[in-house]
């Protein structure tokens, strides 16, 4: 089992916005695996993993593209999105991502 969750990012070294899965960060990785020795509840998880979503990726350029319509020529209008604005609507299903692929490593 694989833990994959895919968003939009830009890639600076290859010049184009690719599919970034966020489970190869290792920040996070470290971070959930102190989640799973700590967590209680799964509500707790989840908001125990939605700050360290929040560490890992707000507002850092690296995590960040500029989106707006494609014939916008005005720079003002181009809007910011960074990997954790992705996730934040999902952190109920990458918690689950990441509890079960430790239960399949249990198993």
């Given at each position: 089992?694989?833990?994959?969750f895919?968003?939009?990012?830009?890639?600076?070294?290859?010049k184009?916005?690719?599919?970034?899965?966020?489970?190869?960060?290792?920040?996070?990785?470290?971070?959930?695996?102190?989640?799973?020795?700590?967590?209680?509840?799964?509500?707790?998880?989840?908001?125990?993993?939605?700050?360290?979503?929040?560490?890992?990726?707000?507002?850092?350029?690296?995590?960040?593209?500029?989106?707006?319509?494609?014939?916008?020529?005005?720079?003002?209008?181009?809007?910011?999105?960074?990997?954790?604005?992705?996730?934040?609507?999902?952190?109920?299903?990458?918690?689950?991502?990441?509890?079960?692929?430790?239960?399949?490593?249990?198993?």
């Open positions: 089992m694989k833990r994959e895919y968003v939009l990012n830009y890639d600076f070294n290859g184009k916005v690719e599919n970034y899965n966020i489970f190869n960060n290792s920040r996070l990785l470290e971070g959930i695996d102190r989640l799973f020795e700590e967590y209680i509840t799964f509500e707790d998880f989840c908001e125990k993993l939605d700050s360290l979503l929040r560490y890992c990726f707000w507002s850092k350029r690296e995590y960040e593209i500029s989106v707006s319509d494609a014939f916008e020529e005005d720079l003002s209008k181009y809007e910011k999105i960074d990997v954790y604005r992705q996730v934040a609507p999902n952190v109920k299903i990458i918690a689950k991502i990441a509890l079960d692929y430790k239960n399949a490593q249990i198993d």
